[in-house]
């Protein structure tokens, strides 16, 4: 069951650039078994990636089997900041 990843267009826009390539090459390393690595994030319908000291938020699109990154940034602010 692989997934594709579509990005929002500001996903990336808060993190240092030194490490943008170790979040980018975590998620598509995901999209073979998303399912395995996501945990719910409770009180709202997206899940979250655990990357070192960063957090991306996912939305999952079954029909399509599409994850949508939303937003990664530190997890102190992270959740302060979600969409």
């Known amino acids: 069951m692989t997934f594709s990843i ?3 267009s500001d ?3 808060c993190l ?3 490490v943008i390539p170790r979040i980018v090459k975590k998620i598509e390393s995901i999209v073979e078994n998303p399912f395995h690595f996501l945990d719910h994030y409770e009180g709202e319908k997206v899940y979250k990636l655990r990357i070192g000291d ?3 938020l996912i ?3 079954f ?3 599409t994850l949508k990154v939303r937003i ?3 997890r102190s602010r992270v959740y302060k ?3």
């Open 6 to 8: 579509k990005w929002n």
């Open 11 to 13: 996903a990336l826009d």
């Open 16 to 18: 240092p650039s030194e």
């Open 54 to 56: 960063y957090r991306a």
């Open 59 to 61: 939305d999952v699109d």
């Open 63 to 65: 029909a399509s089997k």
């Open 72 to 74: 990664v940034d530190h």
């Open 81 to 83: 900041r979600r969409i």
